[in-house]
């Protein structure tokens, strides 16, 4: 993956015009300063790159949305990025946008962010060029109608194209980290309304369960596979095609099967997920008891 593919987003704007005229190859390029050299080597890796284990989307959560002060950190108005200026939003509020995602990983991972927070591949993070700092958006991937909602603490991608990079974690849970980059749909969300619609939610299921609030730990079985090759090709399947977390579970000896669960899922889900599920031709799922 070449520099403009992915920069690194805490990158100061001056060390980023060093970084152009360092890749020109041109004889006559001014000296670099001791901080822009800083700047362009204080990443320990020069590619970035995955991270060899990492937990399954249906095990990584959400960013939560909560009011927080906006700060001048990552906030400075305007500023040029490769001879673009950007203004950072005064008013964010109903904002939405589609265009390309992109994520950044591990060279990334353990260095500042432009608000000085440190990036870490395992949290719902985000760049974006004009969100307020921060800001919770809630993203979904285009392709197979996955969301994730994540925290904005970060600028970029400067690069044409894309509108919004995402961490590795988010990446993961959209399910396009493999691919680098996909369509998506962003939208940003105002913490007071979602605080409030969430408490709503939680009162209706009180209300529904007279009282008592469900676990809601509901889990499918959709069939039992003797041959591994079959159970593997029909996970993939509902894994690319749906939005709901789908677990494998293999045979550990000779004679046993491989099990292929869906959850944990709401109980109000379970109806939609069997129809779903009978309609694309596979067989109706049934309940088990406990998880797998």
């Known amino acids: 993956m070449s520099v403009f593919q992915k920069l690194p987003s805490s990158l100061s704007f001056v060390a980023i015009v060093s970084l152009m005229t360092a890749c020109s190859g041109t004889p006559d390029k001014p000296p670099v300063s001791k901080s822009d050299q800083y700047q362009l080597n204080r990443y320990s890796i020069s590619q970035d790159r995955q991270p060899l284990d990492f937990p399954k989307p249906h095990e990584i959560k959400d960013a939560t949305p909560r009011a927080e002060e906006r700060k001048r ?16 939003m005064d008013d964010s509020r109903d904002f939405k946008q589609s265009g390309k995602a992109s994520w950044y990983g591990l060279k990334f991972h353990g260095h500042k962010t432009s608000n000085g927070e440190i990036y870490s591949i395992y949290e719902m993070t985000a760049a974006h060029k004009t969100l307020p700092i921060p800001s919770y958006v809630q993203v979904t991937n285009l392709a197979n109608n996955r969301s994730c909602i994540v925290r904005v603490n970060d600028r970029g991608p400067f690069h044409d194209g894309r509108i919004i990079d995402l961490s590795y974690a988010a990446a993961t849970k959209l399910g396009y980290a493999g691919m680098g980059t996909t369509d998506v749909k962003i939208e940003v969300i105002d913490p007071d309304e979602w605080i409030a619609a969430q408490a709503r939610q939680q009162q209706s299921q009180e209300k529904s369960s007279g009282g008592v609030t469900s ?11 003797s041959q591994l090759n079959i159970a593997t090709a029909t996970y993939q399947r509902l894994y690319a095609e749906y939005n709901f977390p789908v677990i494998l579970k293999t045979g550990q000896g000779s004679g046993d099967f491989h099990r292929i669960h869906i959850g944990p899922v709401a109980e109000a889900d379970v109806a939609s997920i069997q129809d779903k599920l009978v309609a694309s031709g596979m067989p109706k799922p049934v309940r088990v008891r406990t998880a797998p």
């Open 73 to 88: 950190a990552g906030n400075y108005s305007p500023y040029t990025v490769f001879g673009k200026t950007y203004r950072v």
């Open 215 to 225: 676990a809601m730990e509901v889990y499918l079985q959709v069939g039992a596979y």
